[in-house]
């Protein structure tokens, strides 16, 4: 007969007949371990338990940082009320420059969207613009 060691005893359990008991807890051992590891595949591959789990994850980071949001929007508010005030013409100037950025997005987002959807010829491929 040949020898074989268990994984779960490290006892050779084929060169004799062992004890009942042994080989009883042996087996529950074993079935534990498969129990676990097919409970861990499971956990794996379930896509609907993983998604609630991101889902939840994301949920609370989200409540954290809008709750930080909440603690630190009237500090940097205050703060920006007081350096306009310490400073109105660079603010004014500032304000300015962001509208008239703005304004030049507008305008050029547009000419880009009228000029897609603009008809073209069958032969405006083979020219250039």
Same mark, same amino acid.
């Given at each position: 007969?040949?020898?074989?060691?268990?994984?779960?005893?490290?006892?050779?359990?084929?060169?004799?007949?062992?004890?009942?008991?042994?080989?009883?807890?042996?087996?529950?051992?074993?079935?534990?371990?498969?129990?676990?590891?097919?409970?861990?595949?499971?956990?794996?591959?379930?896509?609907?338990?993983?998604?609630?789990?991101?889902?939840?994850?994301?949920?609370? /980071? &989200?409540?954290?940082?809008? *709750?930080? !949001?909440? $603690? %630190?929007?009237?500090?940097? #508010?205050?703060? @920006? +009320?007081?350096?306009? /005030? &310490?400073?109105?013409?660079? *603010?004014? !100037?500032? $304000? %300015?420059?962001?509208?008239? #950025?703005?304004? @030049? +997005?507008?305008?050029?987002?547009?000419?880009?969207?009228?000029?897609?959807?603009?008809?073209?010829?069958?032969?405006?491929?083979?020219?250039?613009?």
């Amino acid at each position: 007969m040949s020898s074989y060691e268990s994984p779960a005893t490290g006892k050779d359990t084929m060169s004799g007949p062992g004890d009942p008991e042994a080989i009883k807890a042996g087996i529950e051992r074993t079935r534990a371990g498969l129990a676990d590891d097919v409970d861990a595949l499971t956990d794996k591959v379930d896509l609907r338990a993983r998604t609630r789990q991101a889902l939840g994850t994301a949920r609370g /980071r &989200a409540g954290d940082a809008a *709750s930080r !949001a909440r $603690v %630190a929007a009237p500090q940097k #508010a205050r703060r @920006a +009320g007081q350096a306009v /005030r &310490a400073n109105p013409s660079s *603010s004014a !100037a500032t $304000v %300015a420059l962001v509208l008239a #950025a703005v304004a @030049a +997005g507008t305008v050029w987002g547009r000419r880009r969207a009228a000029k897609a959807h603009a008809p073209r010829s069958r032969w405006s491929k083979f020219t250039s613009r």
